[in-house]
């Protein structure tokens, strides 16, 4: 456990502050650039927000600590996105149950995984609940990068972002497929070369979500990759989430792949007529 202090010292310094300063805010994004550790961090981030001795890296054995470590405090409620998305009448759920439940006469907290799930209906009621903020209730919003997320949200979120467990550093393989999407040479006429690379669902998947952890680096690194702008990578990042959905829920292969290829040339044309 004394790795993920040491991996995270940013986070942990800055909520231990936070707890010392009594300023809780009442929404945290956690932006978790893959941090493989993750749950177990977030446990110790409800052990702070929750517990009165918890203060230090230190475990603490009481029992509020404990029925988190089990699972199993009744006053947090976590949010899966049920199917493709996080619906609206989840975070309505939670909030009634939070209303109607007797507490430790302590905080309620509802955790949100998978934040960028979140589509246009969910979004707008989970800003009706940051606007006006009840007293005692805190969402823990959970995504990979911050990008993905809607941006009204974000900005209604403490931003909190984790150092990644390592370098994406793509394969020989993964940038033979980043040339071939991101210098858009020939799109279609690479089709074959790109298929010979990624001949399979798995693989495919696979080089995809590397790649796409690659472009989260460059978008933070400001870094204009292959000549691309921030925004053609932010809009490369839609385009390889929403492939790796496709492939996720057995969309047809080639077809899939046939439409990455259609969205990419989109973004080549943005790029021409950046240019122009
Ligand atoms: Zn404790």
């Given at each position: ?6 991996q995270q010292l940013n986070f942990f310094n800055f909520i231990e502050k936070e707890i010392d300063n009594n300023r809780i805010s009442h ?21 702070y927000l929750l517990c009165k001795d918890k203060r230090t890296n230190q475990s603490c054995n009481c029992k509020i600590c404990n029925l ?95 150092n990644a467990t390592a370098d994406n550093k793509l394969s020989d393989n993964e940038q033979s497929i980043c040339d071939i999407l991101f ?94």
């Amino acid at each position: 456990m004394e790795d993920i202090f040491n991996q995270q010292l940013n986070f942990f310094n800055f909520i231990e502050k936070e707890i010392d300063n009594n300023r809780i805010s009442h929404a945290y994004l956690i932006e978790t650039n893959n941090y493989a550790g993750t749950d177990m961090l977030i446990k110790e981030f409800l052990k702070y927000l929750l517990c009165k001795d918890k203060r230090t890296n230190q475990s603490c054995n009481c029992k509020i600590c404990n029925l988190i470590d089990n699972n199993s405090y009744p006053d947090i409620e976590n949010i899966y996105a049920d199917g493709n998305y996080i619906k609206k009448e989840q975070l309505i759920k939670v909030q009634d149950n939070f209303r109607n439940k007797s507490n430790y006469d302590n905080k309620q907290i509802y955790i949100i995984w998978d934040a960028e799930r979140l589509n246009s209906s969910s979004a707008n009621t989970m800003l009706k609940f940051l606007e006006e903020p009840e007293d005692g209730i805190v969402a823990i919003l959970v995504a990979t990068n911050r990008y993905k997320v809607i941006e009204t949200i974000v900005s209604r979120c403490q931003v909190l972002s984790l150092n990644a467990t390592a370098d994406n550093k793509l394969s020989d393989n993964e940038q033979s497929i980043c040339d071939i999407l991101f210098s858009f040479n020939n799109l279609f006429c690479n089709y074959d070369n790109l298929l010979s690379l990624i001949p399979d669902r798995v693989i495919a998947k696979d080089c995809l979500k590397s790649i796409e952890n690659a472009v989260f680096d460059w978008v933070k690194a400001k870094k204009n990759s292959y000549g691309l702008s921030l925004n053609q990578l932010i809009n490369i990042i839609d385009i390889l989430e929403k492939t790796l959905n496709k492939l996720e829920y057995n969309v047809n292969y080639k077809l899939a792949i046939d439409n990455l290829l259609t969205d990419m040339m989109e973004v080549k044309n943005e790029k021409v007529g950046n240019l122009c």
